[in-house]
């Protein structure tokens, strides 16, 4: 019993330390992932500030001035709700409060999917989120990410509740609007958050209910995306036309679409791998079983070759050099911040980095257990060969949120196990801030 007690209680000190931590790091101005500071991000997202705060909505909307990746929204929702809006430091302050609900929300996604699991183990793992770099970054210094991360955690919870009250008529009409809306926004607020609202959309659709209600699903999708497709007729493009004059190198034209970046799908797979990887240790077989079930099926080892064929190719036709280094100053991930800290020599990056796309292949394929799971990481590898630069921002903290809520992938969780994964992100938070405190 005074074992069990003793859990408890390291649970919720933690779980509080890593409130307090939250709160810690936006009162001391903290930059974990390199896009925070008064001369990050927000230097652009204060000039549409301006834009919105100087023109009618509509002007302010089709500005050739506007700037950035994502639609609008984000700023056309704060200009008719938020009185601080055009008060910097009192809009941080906004932004930071409305990114601690974004805990609130995986709480009870996690309750929902997890009936039997302890709701100490539940406040841990839902406050996982806080230790990400880049919910921070974006939370200190009311960036634009967290918007769209929270919308789509609350459309993934009345999911949920649709599925557990569809015999409920009113209960379900409305958890299905809000989930259909929230989902449909979540898009608005960033792009890659698409496979949010495809992953409504498609267990929706696929799901037991009346061809009436299904044609009103696609109807409702299909009216909540004309506004969008609007703006890509206005702009020529998914994003701003002074985005795609500032960025040439992705494909945010329809003229791009044919520029691929195959070089990329190396560094997603080690991207998606780092954060697959603790919870290899989270499955319910332990991790050598895990291995020997994989080896013992030849199909598998098929497998191993595509990276194999893959870095092959990449070797043969791609200058590791050029686009690494002449072509980079940022991005490309964890693993690439990793060779350049403890190699000088470029061939020994070269080797490290051509490695390491193995490894994290292997981590991704002991990882999945079904095609759904397949499916949706396939959305991640394929619109990397679009972008450019290619930042780990894109991926985190979305995968971890759709391993956590989403992945068929069985789970066993475990006070052990899930402080293993906490502090794997811990560690990761804490080199992230040694890393661009040195920068600066």
Not at 212 to 224: A, C, E, G, H, V
Not at 297 to 303: A, D, E, G, L, P
Request: glycine residues 4%; contains cysteine; proline residues 3%.
């Amino acid at each position: 019993m005074n074992k069990l007690i003793s859990k408890k209680n390291i649970t919720y000190i933690t779980f509080s330390l890593t409130i307090f931590s939250f709160f810690l790091g936006f009162y001391y101005d903290e930059n974990s992932a390199g896009a925070g500071g008064y001369i990050g991000d927000i230097s652009w997202i204060l000039k549409n500030i301006e834009i919105f705060k100087n023109n009618s909505l509509q002007d302010a909307i089709l500005s050739d001035d506007l700037f950035g990746n994502r639609t609008p929204l984000i700023y056309v929702v704060n200009d008719l709700l938020n009185p601080f809006f055009y008060e910097y430091e009192k809009y941080r302050t906004t932004v930071f409060l409305f990114s601690l609900s974004g805990p609130i929300f995986i709480y009870f996604c996690l309750k929902n999917r997890y009936p039997n699991l302890n709701k100490e183990l539940i406040f841990l793992l839902s406050s996982i989120i806080l230790l990400s770099p880049y919910y921070r970054t974006s939370a200190f210094w009311a960036l634009n990410e967290n918007y769209g991360l929270v919308t789509s955690l609350i459309s993934l919870l009345f999911l949920n509740l649709y599925f557990e009250n569809i015999k409920i008529t009113k209960k379900r009409n409305l958890f299905l609007f809000i989930t259909i809306l929230l989902s449909s926004l979540s898009v608005y607020f960033d792009l890659k958050l698409l496979i949010v609202t495809m992953i409504c959309f498609f267990y929706l659709i696929n799901s037991e209910i009346k061809i009436k209600i299904k044609s009103y699903i696609f109807l409702m999708y299909l009216i909540l995306g004309i506004p969008y497709l609007f703006l890509i007729l206005e702009w020529n493009g998914i994003v701003p036309p002074k985005t795609q004059e500032a960025n040439i190198n992705t494909a945010t034209n329809f003229s791009r679409l044919g520029d691929l970046h195959i070089y990329h799908l190396g560094y997603v797979s080690t991207i998606i791998g780092f954060y697959l990887f603790p919870f290899l240790f989270l499955k319910e077989k332990n991790f050598f079983e895990i291995i020997s079930d994989f080896l013992r099926n030849k199909r598998n080892i098929f497998i191993l070759f595509i990276p194999l064929l893959y870095i092959s190719y990449v070797f043969l036709n791609i200058e590791f050099k050029s686009y690494t280094v002449d072509d980079y100053w940022i991005g490309l991930g964890v693993v690439n911040k990793i060779s350049n800290i403890i190699f000088i020599d470029i061939y020994k990056k070269e080797i490290f980095t051509y490695l390491m796309f193995f490894l994290s292949w292997i981590v991704i394929c002991l990882y999945i257990d079904n095609l759904t799971d397949v499916f949706i990481l396939s959305f991640f590898f394929i619109i990397s060969l679009f972008l450019w630069p290619l930042m780990q921002e894109y991926f985190d903290p979305i995968i971890l949120i759709l391993s956590l809520m989403i992945f068929k992938t069985k789970m066993k969780f475990d006070f052990y196990n899930v402080f293993f994964l906490f502090f794997y992100f811990a560690i990761f938070l804490s080199i992230a801030n040694i890393y661009y405190s040195n920068l600066n």
